[in-house]
């Protein structure tokens, strides 16, 4: 049994309050490399701005829980070494789908957890959701648990009206399951391709897609039934179309890639959401770096050469979210 706070790691329960009350929201960018770790806490460290790393169970299978949760131990020290006085730091694990899940990451030194049981019936969903609850609280470790279902790529269902959160279910919902936060679904997505075309118009003048706004609606409802009670919106990248062209244009194929335009998710940091999910975005700044050097420099074969510049433009898109987006720059001195 491991204690995050042996770590120098801080559950989010204080950072959401502040951000609640700020109007803005924390970011929580996936890691399961160096490069990638680097690049968040460079980024974290340079605009002071309070950092969720977000671990997946692809990513625990792919860079193993053990290395990973070391990985956020020396990301701590490393904040130090930038300068960063105080960093305020959380290992989170995204989408854990069971209670042996959340419970061995509990033991291992995450400080907060998500339970997404949102695919189960509501019932299973509350009873799975507490049992985490539960656990986790005796070692002050915070959860997130998922109510509404989102669409994307792990989804074969296209979003729809009726996915979306239930404004009338939120309050029971929080209540019985004691969760510390809630992530909703409000017509983000998970994945680079958010939206099919049919559900999007194109831009006459580029003939890019121009995707449906999220339901303020549906999270206005929410906030005024759990007045100050923290939000989580996860498939929240962007798509940036300068990474899908720089991407397309060296030899890739990503035609009609589409996320959420940023400046919705600068309007939803300003209400209850204090949390953004973004991955899609990141896979897309570092790929797009990878193939540029591929393509302009065949003859390169160093792996630092090509994840050299894929850091340095994660670093870029991460102090972009924080300082344009989200609005969490300045908030962990
Ligand atoms: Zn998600």
Not at 89 to 105: A, M, N, Q, R, Y
Not at 148 to 176: C, K
Not at 212 to 231: N, S
Not at 258 to 279: M, Y
Request: glycine residues 6%; negative net charge; aromatic residues 8%.
């Amino acid at each position: 049994m491991v204690n995050y706070k042996d770590l120098g790691l801080v559950n989010t329960r204080e950072m959401f309050a502040k951000a609640v009350a700020g109007g803005y929201a924390i970011p929580a960018f996936n890691f399961n490399n160096m490069e990638q770790l680097q690049a968040i806490i460079q980024a974290a460290a340079e605009t002071k701005s309070p950092v969720i790393l977000q671990v997946s169970k692809g990513a625990r299978n792919y860079a193993n829980q053990t290395l990973l949760r070391y990985m956020a131990e020396g990301a701590v020290a490393y904040a130090k070494e930038l300068g960063w006085e105080h960093p305020q730091i959380v290992l989170h694990l995204d989408h854990g789908d069971s209670f042996e899940l959340c419970k061995s990451c509990v033991d291992m030194g995450f400080s907060s957890v998500m339970i997404d049981a949102s695919s189960l019936p509501y019932e299973e969903n509350i009873a799975l959701s507490k049992k985490v609850a539960d656990y986790a609280h005796q070692y002050d470790v915070t959860v997130e648990a998922e109510l509404g279902v989102l669409a994307g790529v792990e989804d074969e269902v296209a979003a729809e009206e009726s996915h979306y959160t239930r404004p009338e279910e939120v309050i029971d919902f929080s209540s019985r399951t004691g969760c510390d936060s809630l992530a909703i679904s409000v017509g983000t997505s998970h994945g680079a391709y958010k939206f099919k075309p049919e559900q999007c118009t194109r831009d006459p003048k580029t003939g890019r897609l121009v995707p449906p706004p999220l339901a303020f609606d549906v999270l206005h409802e929410i906030e005024k039934k759990l007045p100050g009670f923290p939000i989580v919106l996860h498939g929240s990248s962007s798509v940036p179309q300068e990474y899908v062209d720089i991407i397309n244009e060296h030899g890739g194929k990503l035609p009609d890639a589409v996320g959420i335009p940023e400046e919705q998710l600068r309007e939803a940091s300003k209400s209850a959401v204090c949390k953004i999910n973004i991955d899609s975005d990141s896979r897309l700044a570092m790929t797009a770096a990878i193939r540029k050097v591929f393509d302009e420099k065949p003859g390169e074969f160093d792996p630092r050469k090509y994840l050299g510049p894929a850091r340095a433009a994660l670093k870029t898109l991460y102090i972009h979210k924080i300082v344009n987006v989200l609005g969490s720059a300045g908030k962990a001195r």
